[in-house]
């Protein structure tokens, strides 16, 4: 809706940045209103973009003053007493409905914009320093005696005069150790059970297989055990449990595999759980 042009005439229709609606107790708030004004009196507001009309607070007509007027002074003070009245609680109404906030009424925190209040913490304050306080055990990483690999580095010319260093011994060591985990991949055990025939009898018999390889393929305990901890401990849904194992191991599992552990390590645990 363009905005008309302000003119000389008592009649024109003129914008508010806000306006109130107060309908049985209930108030909004236009963001933008057209305010229709004839003869000095507010007799029209149109909600911008939604066409719905608020009933508009009148200034006393001329009639009424000089009514008021003829009855004397104290009825002209009520009767502009009143209208203040009016203008008071409409104003205080904007005001109660521009302050509320997700803090003190019904609204959403998405609703408080840019006003949201900035989250404060509801730790207690205390005097001592930030850091690790006195008596603190603290833990840092040391070097070891016997590290699992040594690596090392040969110098086999001198930096300034670029002479050869092959044969020369190396007086000391400067060390450095780097901790780390060594790339992990699935390891295959293959069982392999020896089945002999009896020179006496003619009867075959075969070797057992450990306890718990059951199937020609299948997974072992260990990694069973990492599902499980993942899903139950760690609380990844299955879809994240099978990203974890395909992005650390490289081998892809199906999430009925990790079912199938947390079925059997629950069926383990049931009766300890029951005892306690």
Known sequence: MPRPKQGHSNNANRWAAISVKVINETISVTAQAEITIEDNNIVKIVKAGHNLEMEPLRLPSEEEIGAAYEQGKEAVVTLFHNKLQQLLIRIQALEDQIAKNSRNSGKPPSSDGLNKAVPKSLRKRHRKKSG??????????????????????????????????????????????????????????????????????????????????????????????????FNQYQMLPLERTVEVFGALYDHPISEATIVEATQEVSRQVTEVNSAI
């Open 132 to 229: 690790g306080q006195a008596g603190h055990i603290g833990y840092t990483l040391k070097s070891v005696e016997k590290p699992d690999h040594v690596n090392v580095h040969l110098v086999v010319q001198c930096k300034y005069c670029n002479g050869s260093l092959k044969r020369v011994k190396a007086t000391r060591y400067e060390k450095r150790q780097v901790f780390d985990v060594p790339r992990v991949h699935i390891e295959v055990t293959e069982h392999q059970a020896e089945i002999k025939e009896c020179p006496d009898c003619g009867a075959e018999s075969r070797a057992m297989f450990p306890v718990g390889v059951t199937q020609p393929v299948q997974y072992g305990h260990e990694i069973k055990a990492q599902m499980v901890y």
